[in-house]
């Protein structure tokens, strides 16, 4: 059986920040990343650990298999599928139009990892509810968690977004107060940065929301660049759209071992991205705490 949350569902009178990490290009570490910075937040700070909850938007739902292979006891495709306890349930049509939508309770949608950490599980279906939905279902993320009140249980609510335009892309960044690109140096990194900037430039000036931009963060980046890699670099900072965006002095390494899986796919089994995501969650968590719009 899977975990349940602890019931009562606690109030602690926080006031949790909602942040999506994305980017229009696939294979930039986006999912590692988020998953890293979710698990270290939630267990390595010492007696600073906050609450956190990890909102898997991506189909593939790498970040819900990286975290119950770690965290979970039970079978997601017995357990958990069955029942859709997944994103997947606020994406569904609704059966019979005469009754008001109501939002599922966090006991329907979340899953305990550990007292720190929960998720909402990603799902395949995704890929069928973004051809299905109606566009009125942008909302129902942002109202899940108003209703709910998960500002007040959660220190941070991180969203891991699919790399593709998708009506649940627009669902996770209209319920978000910030977005974090993960880039990967390469020659085609400025393509997925300006589909970005677009398709969150249309969102807003569609609908009434305040999203900003915490900056972006290089990933499995190689402590030591070759001259050619310098030279991308380089040209990718030059370009417009860049150079309006807050560049993270902290990135991911390049650490092999990860890609082979050799302690499991969540980068904080890792020494080397351990440090990493130390410094990256300090510039993070110093970035909302002193205000975006601050600069």
């Not at 005469?98 to 995704?126: A, F, K, R, T």
């Not at 649940?168 to 978000?176: K, Q």
């Not at 929301?209 to 670099?233: A, F, P, R, S, V």
């Given at each position: 059986?899977?975990?349940?949350?602890?019931?009562?569902?606690?109030?602690?009178?926080?006031?949790?920040?909602?942040?999506?990490?994305?980017?229009?290009?696939?294979?930039?570490?986006?999912?590692?990343?988020?998953?890293?910075?979710?698990?270290?937040?939630?267990?390595?700070?010492?007696?600073?650990?906050?609450?956190?909850?990890?909102?898997?938007?991506?189909?593939?739902?790498?970040?819900?298999?990286?975290?119950?292979d770690?965290?979970?006891?039970?079978?997601?495709?017995?357990?958990?599928?069955?029942?859709?306890?997944?994103?997947?349930?606020?994406?569904?049509?609704?059966?019979?139009?005469?009754q008001?939508?109501?939002?599922?309770?966090?006991?329907?949608?979340?899953?305990?990892?550990?007292?720190?950490?929960?998720?909402?599980?990603?799902?395949?279906?995704?890929?069928?509810?973004?051809?299905?939905?109606?566009?009125?279902?942008?909302?129902?993320?942002?109202?899940?968690?108003?209703?709910?009140?998960?500002?007040?249980?959660?220190?941070?609510?991180?969203?891991?977004?699919?790399?593709?335009?998708?009506?649940?892309?627009?669902?996770?960044?209209?319920?978000?107060d910030?977005?974090?690109?993960?880039?990967?140096?390469?020659?085609?990194?400025?393509?997925?940065?300006?589909?970005?900037?677009?398709a969150?430039?249309?969102?807003?000036?569609?609908?009434?929301?305040?999203?900003?931009?915490?900056?972006?963060?290089?990933t499995?980046?190689?402590?030591?660049?070759?001259?050619?890699?310098?030279?991308?670099?380089?040209?990718?900072?030059?370009?417009?759209?860049?150079?309006?965006?807050?560049?993270?002095?902290?990135?991911?390494?390049?650490?092999?071992?990860?890609?082979?899986?050799?302690?499991?796919?969540?980068?904080?089994?890792?020494?080397?991205?351990?440090?990493?995501?130390?410094?990256?969650?300090?510039?993070?968590?110093?970035?909302?705490?002193?205000?975006?719009?601050?600069?």
């Amino acid at each position: 059986m899977y975990q349940q949350i602890e019931l009562p569902f606690e109030k602690r009178g926080k006031n949790g920040k909602i942040v999506s990490f994305i980017n229009m290009k696939g294979g930039v570490g986006k999912t590692t990343l988020s998953v890293g910075v979710a698990d270290f937040l939630a267990h390595y700070r010492g007696d600073t650990n906050l609450k956190v909850l990890i909102i898997d938007a991506d189909p593939q739902f790498n970040a819900t298999q990286a975290l119950l292979d770690s965290y979970y006891e039970g079978d997601y495709f017995k357990d958990i599928l069955p029942v859709e306890k997944t994103i997947n349930k606020l994406f569904k049509p609704q059966v019979q139009f005469s009754q008001q939508y109501q939002s599922p309770s966090p006991e329907e949608m979340i899953i305990q990892l550990s007292s720190n950490l929960h998720i909402v599980c990603g799902d395949l279906s995704l890929v069928l509810a973004n051809k299905s939905s109606d566009y009125t279902h942008i909302k129902r993320l942002k109202r899940f968690i108003k209703d709910n009140s998960l500002r007040e249980i959660y220190d941070l609510i991180i969203i891991d977004c699919p790399p593709t335009l998708t009506i649940y892309t627009d669902s996770a960044l209209f319920a978000s107060d910030y977005y974090l690109i993960p880039n990967r140096i390469d020659r085609y990194s400025i393509i997925g940065i300006s589909s970005l900037q677009k398709a969150i430039g249309n969102l807003t000036g569609e609908e009434d929301i305040n999203l900003e931009c915490l900056g972006l963060i290089y990933t499995i980046l190689d402590d030591e660049l070759t001259q050619k890699q310098q030279e991308m670099k380089d040209s990718f900072e030059a370009k417009e759209e860049v150079q309006q965006i807050y560049i993270f002095t902290s990135y991911t390494s390049n650490v092999k071992d990860i890609q082979v899986g050799k302690q499991g796919p969540i980068p904080t089994r890792y020494k080397k991205s351990r440090e990493d995501l130390e410094d990256i969650c300090a510039e993070l968590i110093d970035r909302i705490e002193q205000g975006v719009s601050d600069e």
